[in-house]
């Protein structure tokens, strides 16, 4: 906060309890309107302890302010990562870049990293527009009361919505500077004739596509939706790709306790009101538990000899759901 308020462009890097114990200072970066680039590297929450991967953390903050994007794999991380500065210092609103935590945080993959010329082609200096400085002082984050605390939300709020159409652009630039495209929002993968259609977020993609692959292989028409931008929430970019779509599976790596998955949630909201298809919602990989090819693709089976609504936990073991020891 204090590099970005004089006028630095800031960088920081946290994770599961890490981030929660952030939780004051991220909201007051998003308030103070601080364009901070932060890496979640995606990780469960305690208790019980635990260190692996699932997304727990970042989807709890979702209402914080920050833009976030969800990258499926390391040549995503490092390009959406400089994508983020640009996004960030042109709208003047923190970006969060969530990454699977040990899944890709502490995986070694061959990348492309852009030289620097490059990347000052694209990425323009920061220069803010307010900064904190001793010889022209100025006051940042100051005590605003109910005459205008509410005008305030407002203003974030309508540059969060203001931010999806920054965000496939920057996207949109990026790929005619160094030729490579994740999406902007969301990205498609067979949807084309899809009677499925899968949907997730970061590398469980990765794993998706194969069973996709491999379902497509037996005759059955599955289809994927990634979404990149989980906030701002891209509402119109997932109708536009679920057009004609009637069965949908969210497979997440987070649970809204007492509800269903936090992605499921938003999707359903998405529809409200509209013409939906049949929404689902499993449960799979919480804390770093494996979620394989097979799995996924008797997800895809269920919804196509079922397509009715469910929020379902796949993957539990069955011996410690008895409370069987050892």
Same mark, same amino acid.
């Given at each position: 906060l204090g590099g970005s308020a004089v006028g630095g462009r800031a960088y920081t890097a946290t994770s599961s309890q890490g981030l929660l114990l952030m939780v004051e200072v991220i909201f007051n970066i998003a308030g103070l309107r601080l364009p901070v680039v932060m890496t979640c590297a995606n990780r469960a929450v305690s208790a019980p302890i635990n260190i692996w991967n699932d997304q727990q953390d970042s989807v709890s903050i979702r209402d914080s302010g920050w833009i976030q994007l969800y990258v499926e794999d390391n040549q995503e991380a490092v390009d959406t990562h400089i994508q983020a500065f640009r996004i960030a210092e042109e709208l003047m609103i923190p @970006?969060?870049?969530?990454?699977? $935590?040990?899944? =890709?945080?502490?995986?070694? +993959?061959? #990348? *492309?990293?852009?030289?620097? /010329?490059?990347?000052?082609?694209?990425?323009?200096?920061?220069?803010?527009?307010?900064?904190?400085?001793?010889?022209?002082?100025?006051?940042?984050?100051?005590?605003?009361?109910?005459?205008?605390?509410?005008?305030?939300?407002?203003?974030?709020?309508?540059?969060?919505?203001?931010?999806?159409?920054?965000?496939?652009?920057?996207?949109?630039?990026?790929?005619?500077?160094?030729?490579?495209?994740?999406?902007?929002?969301?990205?498609?993968?067979?949807?084309?004739?899809?009677? @499925?259609?899968?949907?997730?977020? $970061?590398?469980? =993609?990765?794993?998706?596509? +194969?069973? #996709? *692959?491999?379902?497509?292989? /037996?005759?059955?028409?599955?289809?994927?939706?990634?979404?990149?931008?989980?906030?701002?929430?891209p509402k119109e970019a997932i109708h536009d790709a679920l057009q004609g779509v009637e069965v949908v599976g969210v497979i997440e790596k987070d649970i809204s306790l007492g509800l269903e998955g936090t992605l499921c949630s938003e999707m359903r909201a998405a529809f409200c009101g509209e013409d939906s298809p049949n929404i689902s919602s499993f449960i799979m990989g919480l804390g770093g538990r494996d979620i394989t090819v097979e799995e996924i693709k008797q997800v895809a089976r269920d919804l196509a000899s079922d397509p009715a609504c469910r929020v379902e936990f796949r993957g539990l073991k069955e011996e410690l759901m008895r409370g069987d020891e050892g």
């Amino acid at each position: 906060l204090g590099g970005s308020a004089v006028g630095g462009r800031a960088y920081t890097a946290t994770s599961s309890q890490g981030l929660l114990l952030m939780v004051e200072v991220i909201f007051n970066i998003a308030g103070l309107r601080l364009p901070v680039v932060m890496t979640c590297a995606n990780r469960a929450v305690s208790a019980p302890i635990n260190i692996w991967n699932d997304q727990q953390d970042s989807v709890s903050i979702r209402d914080s302010g920050w833009i976030q994007l969800y990258v499926e794999d390391n040549q995503e991380a490092v390009d959406t990562h400089i994508q983020a500065f640009r996004i960030a210092e042109e709208l003047m609103i923190p @970006v969060m870049v969530c990454m699977d $935590g040990y899944v =890709l945080t502490h995986t070694m +993959e061959p #990348v *492309d990293i852009p030289g620097q /010329e490059e990347v000052d082609r694209f990425l323009p200096p920061y220069r803010p527009k307010y900064r904190l400085d001793p010889d022209d002082p100025f006051t940042m984050g100051a005590m605003v009361g109910p005459d205008a605390y509410m005008e305030t939300r407002y203003h974030v709020h309508m540059d969060m919505m203001e931010a999806r159409s920054v965000i496939q652009r920057v996207a949109d630039d990026y790929a005619q500077a160094f030729g490579r495209h994740h999406g902007g929002l969301v990205e498609t993968y067979d949807l084309e004739g899809a009677d @499925v259609v899968l949907v997730s977020m $970061g590398s469980l =993609l990765g794993t998706m596509r +194969e069973a #996709v *692959d491999e379902l497509r292989e /037996e005759g059955l028409r599955v289809g994927i939706l990634k979404v990149r931008c989980f906030r701002p929430f891209p509402k119109e970019a997932i109708h536009d790709a679920l057009q004609g779509v009637e069965v949908v599976g969210v497979i997440e790596k987070d649970i809204s306790l007492g509800l269903e998955g936090t992605l499921c949630s938003e999707m359903r909201a998405a529809f409200c009101g509209e013409d939906s298809p049949n929404i689902s919602s499993f449960i799979m990989g919480l804390g770093g538990r494996d979620i394989t090819v097979e799995e996924i693709k008797q997800v895809a089976r269920d919804l196509a000899s079922d397509p009715a609504c469910r929020v379902e936990f796949r993957g539990l073991k069955e011996e410690l759901m008895r409370g069987d020891e050892g």
